[in-house]
C-alpha cells in the first residue's frame, strides 16, 4: 500500500453493561472495508472481575437491582464472531491488567492467547507488548524504509492527560529508536510527538539527522462506570486512534506519521 492505517484497539471491556458493542463493531467494520487498514489488539478486550479486583462484580449492578453479567465463554464466543472477519489484519496482541491479573494470576488460564488461537493467530500474541515493524510501498527500487512501533497495554495510575504522556514517553527509554510508540490503558486519547537528532553509525558523515517519535494513547469503549465515579475519575475518551503510516520520497526522514484522534 501507499499508505496504510493502523488501529490500536484496546479496553473493549467487553463484558461490562457499558461496553459500547455497536462502537467496536463499528471500527471492525471499517478496517474490514479498507484494504489498507490494520490492528493491534492492545490488552483489556475483558474486565473479568473477581470478589479481589478493583472493580468488583457486585458493583456492576443498580442497588436492589440483579447483577446480568456475561461470563468468559459467552465473552470468547462474541469476539471471536466478531474479530474472525479481520484475522488477517490483526497484526499482533497483548493481555492487559484485567486479563493478567484477573484470570492469568488466579488460574494460569490465558485468556487472550486463547482468545487469539480460536482465530487461528496465536503465533501473533505477545503477553507484554511488543515491536512491530511495518512495510509500505516503497517510493522508488532502492527505498528499504519500514516504520517500528513499539506497544504494549500499559501500567499505573494516570489521572492528567500529561501523566499519560510521560508514561507513553517512558517507552522511548527502553526502546530508543521507534517510530512510534502506543500505550493504553488510561482510556486517554492523544498524539504527541518528539523531533530528535542522531548520529549516524557512519565515519564520513558528521551532521546529525532528524528523527520524529510519535506517542499515541488509545482510548476505551467503555463508558463511566460505576468505579471510575467512585474515584472520580474523568470521562473516558471513547473511540481509538488511527494511525496513517507513509512512506515519502524526498522528505527529511522519509517518513509521515500522522495520528487522528
Given at each position: 500500500?501507499?499508505?496504510?492505517?493502523?488501529?490500536?484497539?484496546?479496553?473493549?471491556?467487553?463484558?461490562?453493561?457499558?461496553?459500547d458493542?455497536?462502537?467496536?463493531?463499528?471500527?471492525?467494520?471499517?478496517?474490514?472495508?479498507?484494504?489498507?487498514?490494520?490492528?493491534?489488539?492492545?490488552?483489556?478486550?475483558?474486565?473479568?472481575?473477581?470478589?479481589?479486583?478493583?472493580?468488583?462484580l457486585?458493583?456492576?449492578?443498580?442497588p436492589?437491582?440483579?447483577?446480568?453479567?456475561?461470563?468468559?465463554?459467552?465473552?470468547?464466543?462474541?469476539?471471536?464472531?466478531?474479530?474472525?472477519?479481520?484475522?488477517?489484519?490483526?497484526?499482533?496482541?497483548?493481555s492487559?491488567?484485567h486479563?493478567?491479573?484477573?484470570?492469568?494470576?488466579a488460574?494460569?488460564?490465558?485468556?487472550?492467547?486463547?482468545?487469539?488461537?480460536?482465530?487461528?493467530?496465536e503465533?501473533?500474541?505477545?503477553?507484554?507488548?511488543?515491536?512491530?515493524?511495518?512495510?509500505?510501498?516503497?517510493?522508488?527500487?532502492?527505498?528499504?524504509?519500514?516504520?517500528?512501533?513499539?506497544?504494549?497495554?500499559?501500567?499505573?495510575?494516570?489521572?492528567?492527560?500529561?501523566?499519560?504522556?510521560?508514561?507513553?514517553?517512558?517507552?522511548?527509554?527502553?526502546?530508543?529508536?521507534?517510530?512510534?510508540?502506543?500505550?493504553?490503558?488510561?482510556?486517554?486519547?492523544?498524539?504527541?510527538?518528539?523531533?530528535?537528532?542522531?548520529?549516524?553509525?557512519?565515519?564520513?558523515?558528521?551532521?546529525?539527522?532528524?528523527?520524529?517519535?510519535?506517542?499515541?494513547?488509545?482510548?476505551?469503549?467503555?463508558?463511566?462506570?460505576?468505579?471510575q465515579?467512585?474515584?472520580?475519575?474523568r470521562?473516558?475518551?471513547?473511540?481509538?486512534?488511527?494511525?496513517?503510516?507513509?512512506?515519502?520520497?524526498?522528505?527529511?526522514?522519509?517518513?509521515?506519521?500522522?495520528?487522528?484522534?
Amino acid at each position: 500500500h501507499d499508505f496504510i492505517y493502523l488501529f490500536p484497539l484496546s479496553d473493549f471491556h467487553w463484558d461490562e453493561p457499558q461496553s459500547d458493542h455497536e462502537a467496536i463493531k463499528g471500527y471492525v467494520d471499517w478496517i474490514a472495508s479498507h484494504k489498507n487498514a490494520y490492528t493491534l489488539l492492545n490488552g483489556d478486550l475483558v474486565t473479568a472481575p473477581t470478589d479481589k479486583s478493583a472493580a468488583n462484580l457486585y458493583e456492576m449492578a443498580e442497588p436492589g437491582k440483579s447483577i446480568e453479567f456475561p461470563s468468559l465463554d459467552q465473552c470468547s464466543n462474541e469476539l471471536e464472531s466478531l474479530l474472525k472477519p479481520i484475522a488477517k489484519k490483526i497484526l499482533a496482541a497483548c493481555s492487559g491488567g484485567h486479563e493478567l491479573k484477573n484470570v492469568f494470576r488466579a488460574t494460569g488460564t490465558d485468556w487472550t492467547y486463547n482468545l487469539m488461537k480460536r482465530l487461528g493467530i496465536e503465533d501473533r500474541y505477545t503477553r507484554d507488548g511488543g515491536v512491530l515493524l511495518i512495510r509500505t510501498k516503497p517510493a522508488n527500487i532502492n527505498d528499504n524504509t519500514f516504520f517500528t512501533a513499539v506497544f504494549t497495554h500499559g501500567w499505573g495510575g494516570a489521572r492528567r492527560t500529561g501523566a499519560h504522556v510521560n508514561k507513553t514517553e517512558e517507552l522511548a527509554a527502553v526502546v530508543t529508536n521507534a517510530d512510534v510508540y502506543i500505550i493504553g490503558h488510561e482510556h486517554t486519547l492523544y498524539g504527541s510527538r518528539w523531533d530528535s537528532a542522531y548520529i549516524p553509525d557512519k565515519r564520513n558523515t558528521v551532521e546529525c539527522q532528524p528523527m520524529r517519535q510519535v506517542f499515541v494513547g488509545g482510548g476505551t469503549f467503555c463508558r463511566y462506570t460505576k468505579f471510575q465515579k467512585r474515584i472520580q475519575r474523568r470521562l473516558p475518551n471513547l473511540g481509538a486512534p488511527r494511525i496513517r503510516l507513509e512512506g515519502i520520497s524526498g522528505h527529511r526522514s522519509h517518513k509521515d506519521i500522522h495520528v487522528s484522534i
